[in-house]
């Protein structure tokens, strides 16, 4: 017999009902950002990390199984959190939004390009080099253009700064001054950045084949 907790149908009988997920991810948030307040770290530090360990225990507690998901299960389980998730996204982007204020650009000023394209630029480098060679290491030269096309849609992802965790943080700590206008200037236009080049490097990708089969969303 399943418990009163779970989903009814059997095929959901050991993914928790959405209700008691979305309560367990916030106690979850509330116990890791108590214990990194107390350990004197960021508080998202806590929040990931219980998030981690909230999975860590459904995963063990429910003897889930990757392999024991199928398509139709996973979709079913998510459904239901889909608008805290769309909610989510678009407070990201609006936080993103909220970067770009005049003070933060006036108090960079020219030095805002040099810093985005030094930091884009060396992350992606980065990234695709190692990815590269970590894929090269492990799989040898076969299909070796598949390869190189998918470390370097990582390395455009890469570019990508946490924006929420960035301005969590900054807030939480009161920084003001002028590195702390670089920062969000800089995280804003990273993201951006990161969204207009990784979509054009996935289509066109994808449109001449270089993927494989595949479909045309990123």
């Not at 889909?82 to 993103?96: E, H, N, Q, R």
């Not at 080099?129 to 970590?134: F, G, L, P, Q, S």
Request: glycine letters at 10%; charged letters at 10%; a neutral charge.
């Amino acid at each position: 017999m399943s418990p009163s907790f779970l989903h009814i149908p059997p095929c959901l009988a050991y993914v928790p009902g959405p209700g008691l997920l979305f309560g367990l991810m916030l106690v979850a948030a509330i116990l890791g950002g108590y214990l990194a307040q107390l350990t004197r770290v960021p508080r998202v530090i806590g929040y990931l990390a219980g998030g981690a360990a909230l999975h860590a225990f459904l995963r063990y507690a429910l003897d889930i199984q990757p392999d024991s998901l199928d398509e139709t299960t996973l979709a079913a389980a998510e459904k239901p959190l889909k608008a805290i998730k769309d909610l989510g996204l678009g407070i990201i982007l609006f936080t993103i939004g909220g970067v770009f204020e005049m003070r933060h650009l006036r108090s960079v000023g020219p030095r805002l390009a040099r810093l985005a394209i030094a930091e884009s630029g060396l992350t992606l480098v980065l990234v695709f080099a190692i990815v590269c060679v970590a894929a090269f290491a492990m799989r040898g030269t076969d299909e070796w253009r598949i390869t190189v096309c998918f470390a370097l849609l990582l390395g455009l992802a890469a570019i990508a700064t946490a924006p929420a965790a960035t301005i969590f943080t900054l807030t939480e700590y009161e920084a003001k001054g002028p590195l702390t206008d670089a920062i969000l200037a800089v995280v804003g236009v990273n993201n951006v950045v990161c969204i207009v080049l990784f979509n054009i490097a996935f289509l066109t990708l994808a449109a001449s084949g270089a993927l494989g089969e595949t479909t045309l969303s990123p």
